[in-house]
């Protein structure tokens, strides 16, 4: 598939049928964050599948799955992370991103919908799943199937900025 054309068809998820989500191609979304970049090639990013009724309910105590059957708390490790030597900026929230929309990417490829949190109370994960000091959980990836109609891959021309609002070229 052109990676533009499956860019566009990758929309956010917010109702799911019950469906649980194929372990082959989770197997593949998780091979998307391993070859996914990071960083100086450090891969500070740990993730933790989430599929059984407890551990879901655990994350809805944080966030709304909308339904979703699986989840994935993306995680990076401060330990690992790389660190900007001009300013001590740490790549964690980079890296950790960069992951997570390899995996959504995936996720689309295969037919599986997904959904992108941010908005979650990490304190409520980090005691839920007894979570180590070193890992922060940076987003949540609620995967399953869709149990509504998929968005237009055309949206993007009324919904977004234009190309030439979002880009300057030098002047030479």
Same mark, same amino acid.
């Given at each position: 598939m052109d990676f533009l054309e499956l860019a566009k068809r990758r929309y956010s998820v917010r109702e799911y049928t019950?469906?649980?989500?194929e372990q082959e191609k989770l197997d593949r979304i998780l091979k998307a964050a391993q070859v996914a970049p990071t960083a100086a090639n450090r891969q500070p990013v740990h993730m933790l599948v989430v599929q059984s009724r407890e551990g879901l309910d655990k994350i809805g105590k944080a966030a709304n799955l909308h339904g979703a059957t699986s989840a994935i708390l993306v995680c990076a490790d401060r330990d690992k992370a790389w660190t900007r030597s001009h300013d001590g900026k740490k790549s964690t929230d980079i890296d950790a991103s960069i992951v997570t929309d390899h995996m959504m990417l995936e996720a689309t490829d295969l037919g599986? /919908?997904?959904?992108? %949190?941010?908005?979650?109370? @990490?304190?409520? !994960? +980090? =005691? =839920?799943?007894?979570?180590? &000091? #070193?890992?922060?959980? %940076? #987003? %949540? !990836? $609620?995967? /399953?199937? $869709? $149990?509504? &109609? @998929? $968005?237009?891959? =055309? +949206?993007? /021309?009324? +919904?977004?900025? @234009?190309? =030439? &609002? !979002?880009?300057?070229?030098?002047?030479l």
């Open positions: 019950d469906k649980q989500v599986v /919908g997904s959904l992108w %949190i941010c908005s979650f109370k @990490p304190d409520v !994960l +980090r =005691e =839920e799943f007894a979570l180590p &000091e #070193n890992l922060e959980v %940076i #987003n %949540i !990836l $609620a995967l /399953g199937y $869709a $149990a509504c &109609e @998929p $968005a237009d891959p =055309e +949206r993007h /021309g009324e +919904r977004r900025v @234009p190309v =030439e &609002e !979002l880009v300057s070229y030098e002047k």
